[in-house]
C-alpha cells in the first residue's frame, strides 16, 4: 500500500513542477480511491449511493488541486447509470466500479461548450460492419477539457452528433475505449494529450481527444433512452433532453461542493480575524481584534449565513432531483423542465456567489490572505471554474429565465409545480405587496422581483422546520441568520425593490440599522458558527484558519519550506543573471512535460497497479 506523500514528502504542492503535480496528483488519488475500493469490498459503500464517500475525498485536502480520477467517478459512471441500457450497465458498470477502467465525459469541443446542438463530432453508423465510425471533421471538432484525458482515462463517454441512413439525429453519447488497456498507448485513428496549465484544477489533467475515422461497435452507443437498430434504424428518445441527464445531475453535485469550498474558506477568514489585532479603537488601548469591525463583519457574516443556506438548499436540490428521477423511470417526464430550471439556477447562483464570497474572504486576511499556504487562492481558483464548467452561469440563467416566462405565460392554465408556486401568490397581490422591513417581507419583495426566491423560499421553508428541533438559543441564532442573509440581499438588490415594491426611504433607512444591528448581534457566535462547520485543520490546510490560532508562526514555518530559502540560488525564469526573461518564459510554456511522452511513466507505477487491484 503506497503511502500518502512519499515521493515529495514536506514540499508543498506550489514549489512542484507540472510533472511532479501529475505525478503526486495521481499516487495521491489511487491512495485514496483505493479506500473507496476497500470500503466497497466490505459492503461499506455502494455503486448507488457512493456521493458522500467520493465527495469527501474530491473535496479533501490529499486533492486538493482536483484530481485525474474525479470524472470518472463524476460524470462517466453516471453517465453509463443514465444512459445505458441494462445490458450496457451489466457490461461497463462492474469494471468502472473496482476502477479496472478509467473513464472521463468527452462533450465539450475547441468550438463548443455551451451549444452543445452545434458539436461537430459526427458519429456514422455503418450497417454492413454494424459499427459507428467516429470523426473530427475539423480542428474546431477536437474534444478540449474532458478531465483525466490528457494521460489518465483509457475510456470515455463521447458525445456526437449521430447519422444513420443520411441523416442528422442530433447529439447522442457513446462509450470509447481511446487507450490500450495494457499498454496505455493510444489506439489507432485516437489523437490524445493534455491541453495544458490552467489557472486551477491543474491536478485534474484535462485533456484533448481527436478521431480520425475510428471505429466502435454499434452497441457502444448508450441506448437507454434512443436506439440504432442494426439496420440502421433509429428509434427516437421518449423526450429529446433525456440524453442531457448526466449534466443536470453534476450541476446538483456542484452545489454540494460549493457548501464545501466556502465552509472553508469563511472558516479560515474568521478565525484568523479573531486572531489578528489591528490598530486601535482609542489611543493607548491594546490593538482591537478586526473581527470587531464592522467592516469586517460585514466582509464575513454574510457567507457564514450564505454557507447554510446553501447547505439547506442542496439538501433539498438533491431530494428533487432523487424524486424527479423516479418519476421518469415511471415514464412521468412532467417535472423535467422544473428540475432543469432548478439545476441551472442553483448551480449558477451559488457557484456566483461562492466565488465572490471566497474572494472577499481572501481579500478580508489583507497580505496574508495573499500567501498560498493561506488556502484562500487556491480555493478561489477551484470555485470559479464552477462558474464555467458544467454550464457556463450566464447561458444557464437564461435557462431559468426561460422556464419562469414560460410558467408565468401558463399561470392560470397550468397547476405549477412546488418551486415556482410563490408565482401564484405574487400574481394575486398584482405586484403590490405592502412593504415590511421582515424576513418575510423581505421574501415577499424578492417573490415580487422574481429572479432569487427559489433560494430564498427554500431556506426559508427549511428553518421553520428547524425551529421545531434546535433550542432556543440555537434557534435565536440561526434565525439571526436568516436575518441577516435576508437584509445583506435586500440591501444588495435595493434598485430591484425599490422599481417593483413600495418600500419607502425610511424603510430603507430602518433595514440598514436592522442590518448593522444584526452584525452585532452575530458577532459573539462568529467563530463559534464557523467551528461548527467542524472542518479539521487537515481539511483547512490554512496557515490563517488553523484552530489553534497559531497563525504567524505557521506562516513561517510555510515559508521555510520554499526550496528558494534552502538555497541561495534563485530558480526563477523572471531573474536569471542573463536577464533572457522572456525566451525563458516561451521555453517553459512550450514544454508541457506530459506531452513530451506518448505514456506517461506513471500508468506503469501507479495507475495500472491501482486499475489491475494490486494496490
Ligand atoms: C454520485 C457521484 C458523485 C461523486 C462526487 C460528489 C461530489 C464531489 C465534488 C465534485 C463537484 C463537481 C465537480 C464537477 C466537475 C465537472 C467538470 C466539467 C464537466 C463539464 O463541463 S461537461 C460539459 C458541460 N456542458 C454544458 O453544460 C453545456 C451547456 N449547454 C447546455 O446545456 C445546452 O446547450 C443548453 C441547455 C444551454 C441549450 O440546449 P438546447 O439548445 O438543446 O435547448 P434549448 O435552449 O433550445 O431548449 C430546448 C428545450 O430543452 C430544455 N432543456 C435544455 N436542457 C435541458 C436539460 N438538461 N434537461 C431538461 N430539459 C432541458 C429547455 O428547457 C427547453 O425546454 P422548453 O420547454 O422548450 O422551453
Ligand atoms: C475547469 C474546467 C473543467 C472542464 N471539464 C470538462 C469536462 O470534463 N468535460 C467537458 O465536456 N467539458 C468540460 N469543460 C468545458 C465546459 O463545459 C465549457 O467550458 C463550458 O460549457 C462553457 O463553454 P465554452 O467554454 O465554449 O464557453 P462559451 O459558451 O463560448 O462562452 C463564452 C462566453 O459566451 C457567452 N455565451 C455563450 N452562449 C451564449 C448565449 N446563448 N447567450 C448569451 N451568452 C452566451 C457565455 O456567457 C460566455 O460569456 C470544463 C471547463 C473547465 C473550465
Given amino acids: 500500500m503506497l503511502s500518502k506523500r512519499e515521493v515529495f514528502d514536506g514540499v508543498p504542492e506550489e514549489y512542484l513542477s507540472h510533472k511532479e503535480r501529475y505525478e503526486n496528483a495521481i ?55 443514465n444512459q445505458a441500457n441494462e445490458e450496457q450497465q451489466e457490461k461497463w458498470l462492474p469494471r468502472a466500479w473496482n476502477c479496472s477502467i478509467i473513464g472521463s465525459y ?88 493534455e491541453i495544458g496549465a490552467k489557472l486551477g484544477l491543474n491536478a485534474v489533467n484535462n485533456g484533448f481527444l481527436g478521431f480520425d475515422n475510428y471505429r466502435i461497435p454499434r452497441t457502444n452507443m448508450l441506448m437507454k433512452h434512443a436506439q440504432v437498430l ?75 449565513a450564505a454557507a447554510h443556506a446553501f447547505r439547506i438548499t442542496a439538501n433539498k436540490l438533491w431530494l428533487t432531483f432523487n424524486e424527479v428521477n423516479e418519476q421518469l423511470v415511471e415514464g ?7 428540475l432543469h430550471a432548478l439545476a441551472c439556477c442553483l448551480k449558477a447562483v451559488t457557484t456566483a456567489d461562492t466565488a465572490a464570497c471566497v474572494e472577499r474572504c481572501r481579500l478580508a486576511c489583507g497580505g496574508h490572505g495573499y500567501m498560498m499556504s493561506s488556502s484562500l487562492p487556491l480555493t478561489y481558483g477551484l470555485v470559479t471554474a464552477a462558474c464555467t464548467y458544467e454550464g457556463e452561469n450566464t447561458v444557464l440563467l437564461l435557462q431559468t429565465a426561460r422556464f419562469l416566462v414560460k410558467t408565468y405565460q401558463q399561470l392560470d392554465s397550468k397547476a405549477l409545480t ?103 448581534n452575530l458577532r459573539p457566535n462568529a467563530v463559534g458558527l464557523v467551528d461548527a462547520f467542524d472542518l479539521r485543520d487537515e481539511m483547512l490546510q490554512s496557515t490563517l484558519g488553523s484552530y489553534d490560532g497559531r497563525v504567524y508562526e505557521r506562516l513561517m514555518e510555510e515559508a521555510m519550506k520554499s526550496p528558494l530559502n534552502a538555497e541561495p540560488m534563485l530558480q526563477s525564469t523572471l531573474g536569471s543573471y542573463d536577464g533572457r526573461v522572456y525566451e525563458r518564459l516561451m521555453e ?4 508541457s512535460p506530459l506531452n513530451a511522452e506518448p505514456v506517461n511513466y506513471t500508468f506503469h507505477k501507479y495507475l495500472k497497479p491501482f486499475m489491475q487491484g494490486k494496490l
Fill in 27 to 81: 499516487r495521491n488519488s489511487v491512495v485514496a480511491f483505493s479506500l473507496v475500493r476497500k470500503m466497497q469490498e466490505e459492503g461499506k459503500t455502494s455503486i448507488n449511493n457512493y456521493r458522500d464517500v467520493v465527495g469527501g475525498l474530491l473535496g479533501s485536502s490529499v486533492l486538493r488541486d482536483g484530481s485525474p480520477l474525479g470524472l470518472h467517478y463524476i460524470m462517466f459512471m453516471p453517465a453509463i447509470l
Fill in 106 to 193: 468527452a462533450q465539450t469541443e475547441l468550438g463548443h461548450g455551451t451549444f452543445i446542438r452545434g458539436l461537430e463530432t459526427t458519429a456514422t453508423y455503418d450497417a454492413a460492419t454494424k459499427q459507428f465510425v467516429l470523426h473530427s471533421p475539423t480542428l474546431t471538432a477536437y474534444k478540449w477539457w474532458p478531465g483525466g484525458l490528457g494521460q489518465t482515462a483509457n475510456y470515455c463517454i463521447v458525445v456526437a452528433q449521430l447519422y444513420t441512413k443520411g441523416q442528422c439525429h442530433g447529439i447522442h453519447s457513446f462509450i470509447i475505449q481511446v487507450r490500450d488497456e495494457e499498454t496505455h498507448m493510444p489506439l489507432p485513428g485516437i489523437k490524445i494529450g
Fill in 230 to 304: 442494426e439496420d440502421g434504424t433509429y428509434v427516437k428518445s421518449r423526450h429529446s433532453k433525456l440524453n442531457y441527464g448526466a449534466m443536470v445531475f453534476v450541476r446538483v453535485v456542484i452545489v454540494f461542493d460549493m457548501v464545501n469550498y466556502l465552509s472553508k474558506a469563511v472558516t479560515i477568514a474568521t478565525r484568523f480575524s479573531a486572531v489578528r489585532r489591528q490598530c486601535q479603537l482609542k489611543a493607548g488601548e491594546t490593538e482591537c481584534q478586526i473581527l470587531d469591525y464592522v467592516t469586517q463583519q460585514h466582509k464575513l457574516f454574510v457567507s457564514i
Fill in 332 to 338: 412521468n417526464l412532467q417535472r423535467l423542465p422544473e
Fill in 418 to 520: 412546488p418551486t415556482v408556486a410563490y408565482l401564484k401568490t405574487a400574481a394575486a397581490e398584482r405586484f403590490c405587496v405592502g412593504w415590511s422591513n421582515t424576513t418575510e417581507g423581505i421574501i415577499r419583495g424578492f417573490q415580487v422581483v422574481a429572479m432569487r426566491v427559489i433560494i430564498m423560499s427554500t431556506f426559508n421553508e427549511e428553518v421553520q422546520e428547524m425551529s421545531r428541533t434546535v433550542s432556543p438559543q440555537l434557534k435565536e441564532v440561526l434565525h439571526q441568520l436568516v436575518d441577516l442573509y435576508c437584509t445583506y440581499w435586500a440591501l444588495e438588490k435595493l434598485s430591484d425593490l425599490l422599481l417593483y415594491t413600495p418600500i419607502s426611504q425610511k424603510e430603507v433607512e430602518s433595514l440598514r440599522l436592522r442590518y448593522e444591528e444584526t452584525l452585532t
Fill in 588 to 591: 517553459e510554456a512550450m514544454k
